[in-house]
């Protein structure tokens, strides 16, 4: 083998250097990256253990929840639900739904939601606004007004308008007497 002898000119000279320097530069870098890489161990150890207390800490305080959590059935057997049970889980829902209500909705829930409201419309639906008497109402508004209209118009008497209202309070008054009656006959709603 013949070895040859190379001869650098100034300019190769110059850039072995350059490039012996970069490699000198580098090798210091990945020394520095070990250090820290060691230091990083020791963290990485550190985090482990915190997060595994931590987990353990959520499995107890989940275990304690689990123990508050009890299924309906349990429940069924322990008695019935309790007025603060019914409000809490009343609540509970209500901000649910209304949470993925736009806005107008949102608002609009919230007021006739109201405890006052509530109550009022409850009181309403069942005195005035049974369901009978509003059925009997609309059927005798529409039989006594059409039997009205078609008698005047045959007769050549004009409508005052307010034959509907009457016949509506009428057929409503008689439903209101129909509930009355089934419920002292009956005992039912």
């Known amino acids: 083998m013949n070895r040859e002898k190379i ?7 110059k850039n072995s250097e350059a490039l012996e320097e970069a490699g000198n530069e580098r090798r210091e870098q ?3 990256n070990l250090e820290k890489a060691g ?5 990485i150890d550190e985090a482990r253990h915190e997060a595994l207390e931590q987990a353990t800490s959520k499995e107890k305080s ?3 929840e689990e123990q508050h959590l ?4 349990e429940r069924r057997r322990n008695g019935p639900i309790s007025n603060h049970e019914r409000e809490a889980s009343f609540k509970t829902t209500m ?3 209304q949470n993925q209500m736009s806005g107008p909705s949102r608002i609009f829930s919230k007021v006739i939601h109201n405890k006052v409201i509530e109550k009022a419309s409850d009181i309403t639906a069942s005195t005035i606004a049974r369901p009978n008497a509003m059925l009997s109402g609309s059927i005798f508004a529409f039989a006594l007004t059409l039997g009205l209209y078609v008698t005047a118009r045959n007769m050549g008497y004009p409508l005052s308008g307010f034959e509907t209202i009457g016949a509506f309070a009428l057929g409503w008054i008689m439903g209101i007497v129909y509930d009355f009656l089934k419920v002292m ?3 039912r709603r």
């Open 30 to 32: 990945l020394r520095e």
């Open 185 to 187: 006959v009956t005992g």
């Open 7 to 13: 001869s650098f000119s100034p300019e190769r000279e």
């Open 39 to 43: 230091e990083t161990h020791e963290n």
């Open 70 to 73: 009890v299924s309906p059935a």
């Open 95 to 97: 901000d649910e739904v």
């Open 62 to 64: 989940a275990d304690k």
